[in-house]
């Protein structure tokens, strides 16, 4: 069965930057996941960030970014914010309609 | 404005079904690429994707859920129903819908609502 891997946690310092990563627990993420990243903060629902590896959803700003690295997904924010701690969630699309969301990343800013 | 939200039944008993709407606004059901999907989320736990049915009726589920889940479609409501059989404590948890763009994207998500399995 495919996992899809995420760091459980991370911390940043505000200003700082830091990238978020997903992978998979056999074989390498590529564009052809069209992997996303979405946002939860604590009793809310999840609200999409990037979408198609590397497409802003409408609203984020700039200093939200996805891509590849490696054989990864990567989500990096640019110069943290106290409004960015929450948890990350990715999701990769495994073909024939199907998706798998990683365990998602909790960042806190401190 | 793309707007989702889930309604239905918040607790039910083991064995029972569950069946959840999702009534959307701002696009269409019936453009090509798009799609509904559900996601929940078990108590303090991940999200876990579910299922999606696209403008052209084609349905795809989890694999482990097998014949429990069921997705349709009401254009004329604008409306997505979810319907699992069979429901466990282990299904307890907040279900939400998701717009699908362009057949592969998650774009808007519902405010999803909160499920409990409890006899």
């Known amino acids: 069965q495919t996992v899809v891997t995420q760091e459980p946690s991370f911390s940043v310092s505000p200003g700082e930057t830091v990238t978020l990563t997903c992978g998979l627990s056999?074989?390498?993420?590529?564009?052809?996941?069209?992997p996303s990243w979405h946002q939860q903060t604590p009793g809310q629902a999840p609200r999409t960030l990037i979408y198609?590896?590397?497409t802003h959803s409408s609203g984020v700003p700039d200093r939200l970014s996805g891509s590849i690295l490696g054989n990864k997904a990567a989500l990096t924010i640019t110069g943290a914010q106290a409004d960015d701690e929450s948890h990350y969630y990715c999701?990769?699309?495994?073909?024939?309609?199907?998706?798998?969301f990683g365990a998602g990343t909790k960042l806190t800013v401190l | 404005q793309i707007t989702l939200k889930e309604s239905g039944r918040t607790l039910v008993k083991p064995t029972q079904t569950l069946t959840l709407t999702c009534s959307v606004s701002?696009?269409?059901?019936?453009?090509?690429?798009?799609?509904v999907g559900w996601v929940r989320q078990p108590p303090g736990k991940a999200l876990e994707w579910l299922g999606v049915?696209?403008?052209?009726?084609?349905?795809r589920n989890r694999p482990s859920l097998g014949t429990r889940l069921t997705i349709t479609r009401d254009t004329s409501k604008n409306e997505v129903v979810l319907r699992m059989t069979n429901m466990d404590v282990v299904d307890t948890g907040t279900y939400y819908c998701?717009?699908?763009?362009?057949?592969?994207?998650?774009?808007?998500w519902g405010q999803g609502t909160a499920v409990t399995v409890s006899s």
């Open positions: 049915i696209y403008w052209d009726d084609h349905q």
């Open positions: 701002g696009f269409s059901l019936n453009t090509s690429g798009a799609g």
């Open positions: 998701v717009r699908i763009r362009d057949l592969l994207h998650f774009d808007n």
């Open positions: 198609n590896t590397r």
């Open positions: 999701v990769l699309y495994m073909g024939s309609g199907l998706w798998v």
């Open positions: 056999s074989g390498s993420v590529s564009t052809s996941h069209y």
